[in-house]
Each structure stands twice: as C-alpha cells, then as structure tokens.
C-alpha cells in the first residue's frame, strides 16, 4: 500500500491517497478537487471509496463535487454527519466501530470521540489517520461544538493500546509535520502521557 499526502488548503489539512495496484482511496479530501482529480489521473488511480476522520468543514470542503464525479458516498460516522453540511445522498453514514472490506483494503474504523461526537481514527495495515484526535506531539482542539474533552482522554488512550510501530497520518502538516508513529507518541505527547498517566481514571 502506497500512501501519499496531499497538502492542501490555507489550513494546513492532509488529504491522504492510499493506491494498492490501480486501486484507491482517499481519506479526507477537501479544498481543491482540480488536484485531487489531476493526481488521481496521473497515476492511473481507480478510486473506490472515501472516507471523513470526522464533519469539519477544513476536511471536508468541496468533496461533494468528486463524490458526484466518481458515484461515491463518502464514509462518515453518523454523528458527524450534520456537521459536515454534505447532502446526506452523497454520504454513507455509520455507526461507531466498523471493519470495512474495499477492494485490496482492509479498514478498520476505531470511534475516537472528543475532538467532535463522530470523530474517528482509520487502521488500515500498519498505519492510523487520525483526523484532528492526535497529532505528533499534540491533540485537537476539545473547546468546539461537540467536543468532550473526556472523551478526547479515552480516545488518545485507546490509540496509546495500538501496536507501536503503527505509522500515524495526522489531518494537518501543524508545524510541517503530520506523520509520526504510535510508539514515539506514547513515549513523548504530552497529552497522550497524561492519558495513559490516569488510565484508572478515565477507563
Ligand atoms: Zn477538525
């Protein structure tokens, strides 16, 4: 599986494209659809399916228009659908935890609530995206409309539990960084220290 991080938008977000063969998919693509399509092309991608880390405007912003050009319904989880301001005939809502079976994909859906209700971090292979729930050395903002900061604690725990070595692909390049991994997180982000700090606490 290749992945590759498509930078765009004044805010710093990472669309990611993951193609195994002529096979993709794209997690969070937003901002400039022209692109979007232009590398898809280029390297001769069939995209197959798309999927939201959570309903933020910033990771979500003019997919409507490629989801209608490919016939997707965009991957999202129920409680973010509202937030996303999408017309529900372009989107696949679920609920919580799922594992979701796409051409040579295999992904499985973990809920990380805290940063928004329907917030969630993708497992595919050995790799994570985290939306905006963890960053390298940070998390995401827990003081917007459905946030809960508890909920965030839980959530950097249970990403503190995946295998070490997990790659993480964060929703933005903050500081020119958005990739990192489990093991250096759990030995070095302060909130996900805290976290697993006052495990009895929160669990
Ligand atoms: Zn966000």
Known sequence: MNIEVLELGPMANCTYLLTQGHDALLIDPAWDMNYIEHTLKTKGADL????????????????????????????????????????EDVLQPYDGAQDIKIGPFAIHIIPTPGHTAGGVCLQIADAVFTGDTLFPGACGRVDLPSSDPRAMRKSLLTLSKLPEDTRVFAGHSYGGKCSSNIGYERATNPFMRSAIKDEKVIS
């Open 48 to 87: 197959r399916a798309v999927f939201f880390t959570h309903g933020h405007f910033d990771h979500v912003k003019e997919s409507e228009q490629l989801l209608r050009a490919h016939g997707l319904k965009a991957y999202i989880e129920k409680n973010d659908v509202l937030l996303s301001g999408l017309p």
